[in-house]
């Protein structure tokens, strides 16, 4: 049982870097990042709406008015983390962007434990944690500098001022995810009940990121969404929302069972052995961008300094 527990971990970490490659099949559709990560994070929502609602875990909205206003705010991190997958995976490949947003996560998270923030047992720094970190900045800067000979041709150039842009976003989209997991923590303790929890996290989110695209449509700065051309959208342009409620669902689940360390260490893992795999084959209508030694030296030393961080 506990090594199917560990396995159920790994593949839900596999599922967020599906999430991310199957939403740019949406974004062609829509037509604008904003109105994809609408979609889908709507998508979640239902889902694990009615997921509650089967497993009769609603009534704990009725726990909500005390409940402290900065605990329901968990779910402003999943629109940045979307919509910034959306962008930056054309841009940097599966496993560039992945690898910025475990850096921060990895980041946020000790930033978290060494602090003792929202609510965290506080930690003291020890050696396996600075060796893990240096392993993982050691290997992101790897990966990025290897980004251009795994280049397809044709990939758009980027001056090292919009490259340090994106580079940043894709750190800082990372670092809310733990920041997110904490707030959620504490709102599940009020609550009682994961499920439902998830719900609040993705109904929020959803309702931010349509707030931030309706006044992007009005000052003309994102266009309206398509809908027609979602109907020849292939079928698994549709699972970001799937993967996206699994994942949360799986790790709510996942973390009392074998441990927040554990869970975090094989998720991560997750991401990026299937970042690496769909930027390899090309998966999803990606850009193909072989793994090349430089890039399979990044990824290693990224797994092995995440897996230090969270389990030495």
């Known amino acids: 049982m506990h090594t199917a527990l ?3 971990a790994l593949l839900v ?4 870097a599906v999430q991310a490659s199957v939403n740019l099949q949406l974004n062609s559709a829509v037509g604008t990042p904003y109105g994809a990560s609408t979609i889908q994070l709507g998508v979640a929502t239902g889902l694990l709406t009615a997921l509650a609602i089967a497993a009769g875990t609603l009534g704990a909205l009725g726990k909500l008015p005390d409940v402290e206003p900065w605990q329901l705010l968990g779910g402003l991190a999943s629109p940045l983390y979307i919509t910034s997958g959306i962008l930056l995976f054309p841009r940097l490949g599966a496993l560039a962007a992945v690898g910025l947003f475990v850096t921060g996560q990895m980041f946020a998270s000790l930033a978290l434990d060494l602090f003792g923030l929202l609510g965290l047992e506080k930690k003291d720094l020890s050696a ?3 060796v893990g970190a240096v392993a993982v900045l050691a290997g992101i800067v790897v990966i990025i500098r290897g980004m251009k000979a795994a280049a397809p041709p044709g990939a758009p150039k980027m001056s090292s001022a919009g490259r340090a842009g994106w580079l940043a976003l894709g750190i800082i989209a990372g670092a809310v995810l733990p920041v997110q997991g904490a707030v959620n923590a504490q709102l599940r303790a009020q609550l009682q009940q994961p499920v439902t929890v998830a719900v609040i996290s993705f109904a929020v989110a959803t309702f931010t990121i349509a707030v931030v695209l309706l006044v992007l449509y009005a000052t003309r700065r994102t266009p309206k969404p398509k809908i027609a051309p979602l109907k020849k959208m292939p ?3 549709w699972l970001g929302g799937a993967c996206a409620a699994a994942y949360v669902t799986g790790t709510f689940l ?3 069972e074998i441990g927040a360390a ?3 260490a094989l998720t991560v893992t ?3 052995l299937t970042s690496a795999l769909i930027d390899h084959k090309g998966l999803f209508k990606l ?3 072989s793994l090349t030694k430089a890039r399979a030296l990044g990824l290693g030393l990224l797994i092995a300094g995440s897996l230090t961080i969270q389990l030495v």
Do not use: K
């Not at 970490?13 to 967020?16: E, F, H, P, Q, V």
């Open 6 to 8: 560990l396995a159920a």
């Open 13 to 16: 970490g596999c599922l967020l």
């Open 128 to 130: 396996g944690i600075v």
């Open 235 to 237: 079928w698994w342009g």
């Open 254 to 256: 996942l973390i009392p």
């Open 262 to 264: 554990v869970t975090i």
């Open 270 to 272: 997750g991401q990026q």
């Open 287 to 289: 850009p193909q961008r």
